[in-house]
């Protein structure tokens, strides 16, 4: 009987032990998931700053049409160097406060660091910027560059603001 009672216990004491240290895990999974739902929470919060920093970095509005006269001011390449100071013309697809969508008749090898002198007029106004083409696409009837604005005067760079914001409001105005 001693020996039964005593199974018995240490079946018990066992059993203590294992519930307790089930008991303690579980408390550790809870906490886990509440640290990892607090990090998802941050990550969300996160991505919608940086979602709406990226919006306002990148605004842009289209420009169907919009004629752009520029200029080769540089290239990292000396086999273009034959091109500095030539003159072209394009068409500005569409512009932010940091660059521009350009088509033009150039096919020009964009992994080379190719500068140019953008002069166009917006609005009425007349706007000047240094560019580095960054991007390339091409389609069957066109070529296009992203050219990065560079070396922008800020007071400018408000002034283009400016005037893409007053024509979004015309656009509006028209479309109501």
């Known amino acids: 009987m001693k020996t039964a009672i005593m199974i018995l216990s240490m079946f018990l004491l066992l059993l203590v032990v294992f519930l307790f240290g089930y008991w303690f895990h579980i408390k550790q999974l809870r906490k886990k998931d509440d640290q990892i739902n607090g990090l998802k929470e941050s990550i969300s919060g996160l991505q919608a700053k940086l979602a709406e ?30 091109l500095t100071n030539r003159k072209g013309e394009g068409k500005i697809e569409n512009i932010s406060r940091t660059g521009v969508k350009l088509s033009c008749e150039f096919d020009l090898p964009v992994r080379k660091r190719i500068f140019v002198q953008l002069h166009f007029a917006l609005h009425g106004e007349e706007f000047s910027f240094k560019g580095k083409i960054v991007r390339k696409e091409e389609t069957m009837k066109e070529i296009m560059y992203g050219i990065d604005f560079i070396e922008v005067d800020p007071k400018e760079q408000q002034r283009l603001v400016q005037t893409m914001q007053k024509i979004e409001i015309e656009k509006k105005k028209m479309t109501e």
Do not use: H, S, T, V
Request: hydrophobic share 35%.
């Open 53 to 82: 920093m990226e919006r306002r970095r990148g605004y842009r509005i289209q420009l169907p049409d919009q004629q752009c006269l520029f200029a080769f001011i540089g290239f990292g390449d000396p086999l273009l160097e034959p």
